[in-house]
């Protein structure tokens, strides 16, 4: 092994470290990065949301948390991160969503250090302040990275300025550690209690506004009218969770919409999942989405963001419009009542993940990326 003195230390900076999908790409990067090259360091700033932290130091990324409640106690941590880039002689910082970019490209201007900047969602969806903000900033950076040509096209709209380079870079997973056949689901089910045979339709989300799950629920009761032996799983946590729960009492789902909670360890439940939905009106490029992919779910979603760029309806899975949610119900019973459609779409939407979005793929990317910076 090369002597840790010759390793090109970059620095990672990041809101929070929770089950986010900007943040769960972290320690699947870094699995599989060239750590023999590089030596990843990382900060984020909500010790309440640190559910990657044990992933990223289990494979050797060295993490700081720099505490923050809220935007503008994260912006008066420039110093700290200043400091910390000195100390540890960062030669690259690497930022993650608005307001991490906000205060990585601050300290990149004070330590003369490049910074690059993934953009993970289209700037309309963010709120006024945070977009006018990031905006502002964005030409200190070297580089900006778009999850999705669909994030490139808002960038673009939204700051025709942009003097650094923009390059889209696809979100990938990693398709050996997401294979079908890695759980056989049985053990979530009968935790859960679910029948064994019973039609099983999931999805892995925050819960925020912006993945409708009001909506995914009132899918699920529609759904059920159809198919009474369906039972529903939502993998997740978050601010809407007491408004979700009081939901599902009104639509008399308790028995069939179950809670699993925030998991680190999401590969169970996507294999308990015959289909896996998704209501959002916005997204970037879902992390989660890529996943369920991998793990062989059959996919309804609507068009939100980059998941057309990843879905044809039809072909790996199946699609509406972001304004007709109506449709996914009609999806879901179908796919239930035909298996061997069912099983095609999976097939199909597993092997478009394998050809085009592989972490692999988008890792060496990214070193090339970050050698190319660094010369």
């Not at 890695?182 to 506004?209: N, Y």
């Not at 779409?345 to 988008?362: D, I, N």
Request: aromatic share 6%.
């Amino acid at each position: 092994m090369k002597d840790d003195m010759k390793k090109i230390p970059i620095l990672q900076i990041i809101k929070s470290l929770g089950r986010g999908g900007a943040e769960m790409l972290l320690p699947e990067t870094l699995r599989l990065h060239d750590r023999e090259r590089f030596e990843f360091h990382y900060i984020y700033f909500l010790p309440w949301k640190d559910q990657m932290v044990g992933s990223i130091e289990a494979h050797g990324g060295k993490v700081t948390c720099i505490p923050a409640k809220n935007n503008l106690q994260l912006m008066a941590n420039v110093s700290s991160i200043v400091q910390y880039i000195r100390k540890h002689d960062i030669k690259l910082i690497h930022a993650h969503l608005p307001w991490a970019g906000i205060v990585a490209r601050r300290a990149g201007r004070i330590t003369r250090v490049p910074v690059v900047y993934t953009e993970h969602n289209k700037q309309e969806r963010y709120h006024v302040l945070t977009r006018w903000m990031n905006l502002l900033t964005m030409n200190w950076l070297t580089k900006v990275i778009a999850v999705s040509a669909d994030v490139a096209e808002s960038i673009r709209t939204h700051k025709p300025g942009l003097k650094p380079p923009l390059q889209t870079l696809l979100n990938g997973v990693n398709i050996d550690h997401f294979a079908p056949g890695s759980f056989d689901g049985s053990d979530v089910r009968k935790t859960l209690g679910i029948p064994k045979d019973a039609p099983v339709i999931g999805t892995v989300a925050v819960f925020r506004f912006q993945k409708r799950l009001d909506v995914w629920m009132q899918t699920a009761a529609t759904i059920l009218d159809k198919i009474p032996g369906a039972h529903f799983i939502i993998v997740g946590d978050g601010p809407l969770k007491a408004e979700l729960v009081e939901t599902r009492r009104k639509l008399n789902l308790e028995e069939r919409v179950h809670f699993a909670g925030l998991q680190t360890e999401v590969r169970p439940y996507l294999a308990a999942m015959d289909i896996y939905m998704m209501s959002s009106i916005f997204e970037g490029l879902p992390i989660a989405l890529l996943e369920a992919m991998a793990s062989g779910c059959a996919v309804v979603t609507t068009d939100a963001g980059g998941i057309k760029e990843v879905i044809r309806h039809g072909q790996e899975g199946l699609v509406c419009p972001v304004d007709q949610p109506e449709k996914l119900a009609t999806f879901g019973v179908e796919l239930v009542n035909d298996p061997e459609r069912r099983r095609r779409l999976a097939m199909q939407g597993r092997t478009q993940v394998e050809e085009h979005f592989s972490l692999k793929k988008m890792v060496r990317e990214l070193e090339e990326l970050y050698a190319g910076l660094l010369k």
